[in-house]
C-alpha cells in the first residue's frame, strides 16, 4: 500500500522559513516523479514545485520561484520541501505527490501538511 506522509507544516512569521518533508513507502521513489501543491481556504489546488526522479531537474511556480526549493533523498524515499522568505500568501495545505509518468495527472498524494503565515 503506497503511502505518502507530510510534515513539518506549523505556524511562522512573514520572513520566515519551514522544511517540510514528505515520507514515502510501498514503492520505489526513485521511480516517481515528485512534486508539491498547495490549497488555499476557498481556492483551487495549486502547483508549487515538481521534482525529477534523479532530482536533477526542478520546476516551480512563478509566484514561489527563488523562494521554495524541493529536493529529494531517494535511499531515505524522502522529498522535501524547503520554503524561505515565507508570505501571508504562502497560507496552504501543502500536498506531497507522486506520478509514474513524466506528464499527466499524480498517482498518488499525501494528506497535507498546514503552513500558516502570519504577518
Known amino acids: 500500500q503506497v503511502q505518502l506522509v507530510e510534515s513539518g507544516g506549523g505556524l511562522v512569521q512573514a520572513g520566515g522559513s519551514l522544511r517540510l518533508s514528505c515520507a514515502a513507502s510501498?514503492?520505489?521513489?526513485?521511480?516517481?516523479?515528485m512534486g508539491w501543491s498547495r490549497q488555499a481556504p476557498g481556492k483551487e489546488r495549486e502547483f508549487v514545485a515538481r521534482?525529477?526522479?534523479?532530482?536533477?531537474?526542478?520546476y516551480y511556480a512563478d509566484s514561489v520561484k527563488g523562494r521554495f526549493t524541493v529536493s529529494r533523498d531517494n535511499a531515505k524515499n524522502t522529498v522535501y520541501l524547503q520554503m524561505n522568505s515565507l508570505k501571508p500568501e504562502d497560507t496552504a495545505s501543502y500536498y506531497c505527490?507522486?506520478?509514474?509518468?513524466?506528464?499527466?495527472?499524480?498517482?498518488?498524494w499525501g494528506q497535507g501538511t498546514q503552513v500558516t503565515v502570519s504577518s
Open positions: 521534482i525529477t526522479r534523479s532530482g536533477g531537474r526542478s
Open positions: 505527490a507522486g506520478s509514474r509518468y513524466d506528464v499527466g495527472e499524480y498517482n498518488y
Open positions: 510501498g514503492l520505489t521513489l526513485s521511480s516517481y516523479v
